[in-house]
């Protein structure tokens, strides 16, 4: 079945760092892969996604490229703020009426 | 205003005691979830409702039966709560051929 591996974490970073968080999947399809940003106390709000090889999501400064040679969509920013300090889920989801299947999430704290 | 909203937002109960959680989107989506956060925040998909027709129920205990009684409402029934249903309940939607799911803000179910 399909899976999503993220990199463990929490994942500690100082204010104005470079954050890379590793996500690989495995599917069947061609599946089309997002990530999820979830603040303390809230629900999941879509960051942003991508949906065939080579795409690149981007939102808020922060990126992904779709990577089917690796099946990776790794996220990147490059200057993180306090208040990116969150839970990063990375997802995929088949075509049609298929859910999503969510890593178990990274946590990122970033301090001043 | 809200897109996606529950209730109740908090949820503390004894075991044993029959409780629902309620869904409802104001997106005009066709297509509602309920997904599971256990205490290491990993999601897992329970449920997935088509305009009020049931096309995804994973392994769930047949003591959670979800109930749509139009396509802007998808409760949530759970009879006989045990400890290990604790949890955050995550309600979403989509629309029908769109994997891009919008979520509620979760209700925290706590049972004593």
């Known amino acids: 079945g399909d899976s999503v591996t993220q990199m463990e974490g929490p994942v500690t970073l100082s204010e104005e760092a470079f954050l890379t968080i590793n996500c690989t999947y495995t599917a069947t399809g061609y599946p089309s892969l997002f990530w999820y940003v979830q603040y303390p106390g809230e629900g999941l709000q879509l960051l942003l996604k991508?949906?065939?090889?080579?795409d690149k999501g981007s939102n808020k400064g922060f990126e992904a490229t779709y990577r089917k040679e690796t099946t990776s969509f790794h996220l990147e920013k490059g200057s993180v703020q306090v208040s990116d300090s969150a839970v990063y889920f990375c997802?995929?989801?088949?075509?049609?009426?298929?859910?999503?299947?969510f890593g178990k999430g990274t946590m990122l704290l970033v301090s001043p | 205003d809200t897109a996606v909203s529950q209730t109740p937002k908090y949820l503390v109960t004894q075991m044993g005691n029959d409780k629902s959680i309620k869904c409802e989107q104001n997106?005009?989506?066709?297509?509602m979830y309920w997904y599971k956060q256990d205490s290491k925040k990993f999601l897992k998909i329970m449920f997935s409702y088509n305009n009020k027709e049931l096309i995804i129920n994973e392994t769930v205990p047949n003591r959670f039966s979800p109930k749509s009684p139009d396509k802007a409402h998808l409760n949530l029934h759970i009879n006989s709560l045990e400890l290990g249903d604790s949890a955050v309940y995550f309600c979403?939607?989509?629309?029908?051929?769109?994997?891009?799911?919008?979520f509620g803000p979760g209700t925290r179910l706590t049972v004593l």
């Open positions: 991508a949906t065939k090889a080579d």
């Open positions: 979403a939607s989509s629309q029908a051929r769109s994997n891009e799911q919008f």
């Open positions: 997802a995929l989801s088949d075509q049609g009426y298929s859910t999503l299947t």
């Open positions: 997106l005009g989506h066709d297509t």
